[in-house]
């Protein structure tokens, strides 16, 4: 669904999530994600890529917290970041995109949370011989 914002002036279409992107973000969040990773990765999903207002806009999320997800998205090498031109005033934009197709990353999810839960299940096993 586009949403345009009232200022006739600076009028700009703004992506608003969807029934069906909303569950996307449920189920990743289920999951253990971040929300805000969730919605930033559904906003990039959709869009491919955008500058940080864009996402701040999609994602009705504010600059920290655009900030922190992204953040966490890098560190996992799951986007790319590069500077875009400004006027020079205000804040420094960047040009987010995803370096890796969005199924790659839920099997990266996946894979952690197989991972989480052989943990826990031998430490289970672990507390059980302590009452065999």
Do not use: C
């Amino acid at each position: 669904m586009i949403h345009e914002t009232g200022d006739t002036m600076n009028s700009k279409a703004v992506q608003i999530f969807t029934k069906k992107d909303e569950e996307f973000v449920s189920a990743l969040v289920a999951t253990g994600s971040k929300k805000t990773v969730a919605r930033v990765l559904v906003y990039l999903f959709k869009n491919a890529e955008g500058t940080m207002r864009e996402i701040e806009h999609g994602t009705d999320l504010n600059e920290p917290q655009v900030s922190i997800a992204l953040k966490h998205m890098e560190d996992h090498g799951w986007i790319s970041v590069s500077a875009v031109a400004g006027s020079g005033k205000g804040r420094p934009n960047k040009k987010v995109a995803l370096k890796i197709p969005v199924r790659e990353i839920v099997d990266l999810i996946e894979e952690g949370q197989k991972s989480a839960i052989a943990n826990r299940l031998a430490l289970l096993k672990k507390a059980k011989g302590f009452v065999a």
